[in-house]
């Protein structure tokens, strides 16, 4: 089986990214199983483009509906390196592991790193 970052590797070759150039994938494993990959989608009306990480979350709920869980997360950029921006893990953290224990993969000096979402996002916004 592929490796989820390899899986958000080839994913962000189909990004659509002519404005920044910044290609990125996002591959994501739910808990039930399913894996499910995402790209940026931007638009000349700039402030509507769509990360990689919420095109994954989006095509996720869309397969397994609102129950999902998202177990695993990897995210790349094809020549750059970044952990989601602050939207992407808010919405991440929606569907995330009990405690915010998904498990967020990306570049950072070369190597991969992994964070949990909890690490990424405390004190993440919820409707009490
Ligand atoms: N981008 C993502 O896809 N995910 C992130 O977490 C941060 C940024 C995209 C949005 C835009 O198309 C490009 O990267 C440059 O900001």
Do not use: W
Request: proline share 4%; net charge negative.
């Amino acid at each position: 089986m592929a490796d989820l970052m390899d899986l958000a590797r080839a994913a962000a070759e189909k990004a659509y990214a002519p404005y920044s150039g910044f290609r990125v994938g996002c591959a994501l494993e739910t808990a039930a199983g399913g894996r499910f990959t995402g790209v940026n989608v931007e638009n000349a009306s700039y402030g509507l483009t769509l990360c990689a990480e919420r095109s994954a979350v989006c095509q996720a709920v869309s397969a397994e509906g609102p129950g999902l869980r998202i177990a695993r997360v990897a995210v790349i950029c094809l020549g750059h390196e970044f952990p989601p921006c602050g939207a992407c893990r808010q919405m991440l953290a929606e569907f995330a592991l009990t405690g915010g224990a998904t498990e967020v993969t990306f570049l950072k000096d070369g190597r991969l790193v992994m964070r949990t979402l909890a690490e990424l996002l405390p004190e993440a916004f919820q409707l009490a």
